[in-house]
Structures are given as structure tokens and as C-alpha cells.
């Protein structure tokens, strides 16, 4: 799905939480307006205070979306969206992690 894939190449794993073993899922809710544009992202339910941040920096700068419809008019679509920050180590040398971040569907 295009959501997952911009999420997986626009977000960047904080280096505080990845150096602190920090990982998790972070849920975003938001709303998709009648113009399809972003609104009212909010935290529903964060981890860590540097992973809740890029989680709602992501989300409030996606592109438009074509906006929802209900009988023929566009509406406004609530969504909340889990964001699953994951570290997966392979050490280079012991001052270098690589790290990973995944979008996954409920």
C-alpha cells in the first residue's frame, strides 16, 4: 500500500531511542478532510517521547489524499494508524547499528 511505502521511506529512527534500545508501536489518529488534506493528527497512543514525535512529524506531513465519500459528497475520514518502530542490530563494528523502521497494518 502507498501509505506504508511513503512512511517506510520518509521516517527516521531518532538516534536517541535507538541507541537506548527503544522500540514499539505508535498509534496516530487523524483525520482526512473533504479536500483530502491532513488535519488534526494527535498522539492516541505513544511509547517514548522521541519516537511519538517523528511518529506525528510523518503523519502530519504526508501528501493529500483522495478525499472520502458518503451518497455522492465528500466527507471527512477518521483514522487512526499504528506505526511500529523496530530495531533490527547487525553490527558493522561496535559504534555502528543499522536500523529499521516498518509501517504494518493492524
Given at each position: 500500500e502507498a501509505l506504508h511505502k511513503y512512511i517506510a521511506e520518509s521516517i527516521n529512527y531518532p538516534d536517541v531511542a535507538r541507541v537506548n534500545g527503544i522500540s514499539g508501536r505508535v498509534y496516530i489518529s487523524f483525520v482526512i478532510d473533504s479536500n483530502g488534506e491532513v488535519k488534526n493528527v494527535k498522539l492516541a497512543r505513544g511509547i517514548d517521547r522521541a519516537l511519538d514525535k517523528e511518529a506525528i512529524r510523518i503523519i502530519s506531513n504526508m501528501p493529500d489524499w483522495e478525499p472520502g465519500s458518503h451518497e455522492g459528497?465528500?466527507?471527512?475520514l477518521?483514522?487512526?494508524?499504528?506505526?511500529?518502530f523496530v530495531i533490527k542490530e547487525r553490527y558493522v563494528n561496535k559504534d555502528k547499528v543499522t536500523t529499521t523502521v516498518e509501517a504494518k497494518k493492524r
Open positions: 459528497s465528500k466527507v471527512n477518521h483514522y487512526t494508524f499504528p506505526i511500529n
